[in-house]
């Protein structure tokens, strides 16, 4: 049975890109335009992983990996955040949260499946 992936990012495009990537290595995708969404989305499917976007309207990204830590389906699922940011400090709130990894926009598709590939393994 192939996992199932949980991309959430405002941007269209992007989710897109992902989700196309995605799909051609195996995985199923779930998609979510926002953290609000993201969170509905994951309660209401069981999901393998997910890629987050940081800045959405509604809910950001940080706030939607706290909720989904503090849900126990969700604690130790490993959240990618894929975001144009790339300062040390939103990268350590990132952690804090309890982002597992994270990706810089634009992605590479190869780095993206390396990285995904690593953190379901663990």
């Known amino acids: 049975m192939s ?6 990012d405002d941007s269209i495009s992007i ?3 992902v989700a196309f990537t995605l799909k051609q ?6 998609e979510a335009s926002d953290g609000e969404q993201g ?6 499917n069981s999901v393998d992983l997910i890629i987050t976007d940081l800045n959405m309207p509604n809910m950001d990204g940080l706030q939607m990996i706290q909720n989904l830590r ?4 969700y604690k130790f699922t490993p959240i990618l955040m894929l975001t144009t940011e790339s300062d040390d400090t939103k990268k350590m709130a990132g952690k804090q949260a ?8 634009p992605f590479n598709p190869e780095q993206l499946l390396k990285v995904i590939n690593k ?3 663990a």
């Open 39 to 44: 969170l509905q989305v994951a309660r209401n």
């Open 119 to 121: 953190v379901m393994a």
């Open 15 to 17: 989710r897109q890109m």
């Open 98 to 105: 309890g982002a597992t990894g994270w990706l810089v926009k």
């Open 70 to 73: 503090g849900d126990a389906a």
């Open 3 to 8: 996992k199932t992936i949980l991309t959430v």
């Open 25 to 30: 290595a195996g995985f199923n995708v779930v």
